[in-house]
């Protein structure tokens, strides 16, 4: 057996460009053996060496080895095909529990097309989501992750106008509580600071502009504060990203989506990765999407990826 950590990739979205993103890979990662879940045909075209994944045989550093999970139609870069959204999601599945089976280190994963998912009849929200089911874990918190900035959310892919009432105070009380533990788990930080946003402008104003800071937010911050957890808000999500106040921070709570990720995404876009917390194995992903336009290419860039697949050798290396 290799002492190479062994993370399975699984490129996404087939007519995107996760497939051509994970090729750039070969060369870059020769102290880790990698396996691409996926359609060895997706691979094959872009001319790197590939090799049929053995469990107790790695192939060489710089070979891609290839765990077979064949496409139901054939892929067409740039062109969307529901019928191939069952192919996305048994590659999930089979890099999911080779993880909870210690077969697998962790999982990087390339960008999905939701919308395609759903059209095929699938309830699909997204990775976070979906991997947390699998592996019966009991509540996802996705961060991201650029450099020295970490953002985690409340809640994840919901509308708008389902965001207030998905805060409760027992949501953040654990979300709170998973963030603060993998933080030290995994980042090695003993006693990390937390920024942690408010919902409304101006974080309420007091009252005047939504309660959700004085009825929900403040509570469970001051009970985990009592638990010896270094807490500081609700603070106002607009002056909440600025250097004075991210120096003395470890990592930024946001209520939801789009509150947290556009900054995060600003100031690092093309290198950051999104982190699962909360689940049974470690899982890291690309912070963009499937770019049809950009498929077939050869013009996407690999960036985001490479970062994710460094941190989860990081996050490896570090459990050992």
Known sequence: MSDRPCIALTPGEPAGVGPELIASLAEAFGDCRLVAVT????????????????PATPADPGVIEVLPVPTNAPVSPGHLDRHNADHVLATLRRAAQGCLDDEFQAMV????????????????????????????????????????LRVAL????????????????????????????DLQTRYLLPAPRILVAGLNPHAGEGG?????????????????????????????????????????????LAMYHDQGLPVLKHAGFGRAVNVTLGLPIIRTSVDHGTALDLAGTGSADPGSLHAAVAEARRMIVQDA
Request: net charge negative; hydrophobic share 40%; proline share 7%.
């Open 109 to 148: 994963t390339g960008p999905v097309h939701k919308g395609v998912i759903n059209d095929a009849g699938y309830c699909f929200s997204g990775h976070t989501e979906f991997l947390a089911e699998f592996t019966k874990a009991d509540l996802p918190v996705m961060m991201l992750v650029a450099g020295g």
């Open 208 to 252: 005047h502009l939504g309660g959700e800071e004085i009825e929900i937010i403040t509570p469970v911050i001051e009970a985990l504060r009592r638990e010896g957890m270094q807490l500081t808000g609700p603070l106002p999500a607009d002056t909440l990203f600025t250097p004075r106040q991210l120096d003395q921070a470890d990592a930024v």
């Open 154 to 181: 409340v809640t994840t892919h919901l509308p708008l106008q389902a965001v207030p009432e998905a805060i409760t105070r027992s949501r953040l009380l654990q979300t709170l509580r998973i963030l603060h533990h």
């Open 39 to 54: 359609d060895p045909a997706l691979l094959t075209v872009h001319g790197i060496r590939t090799a049929e994944y053995h």
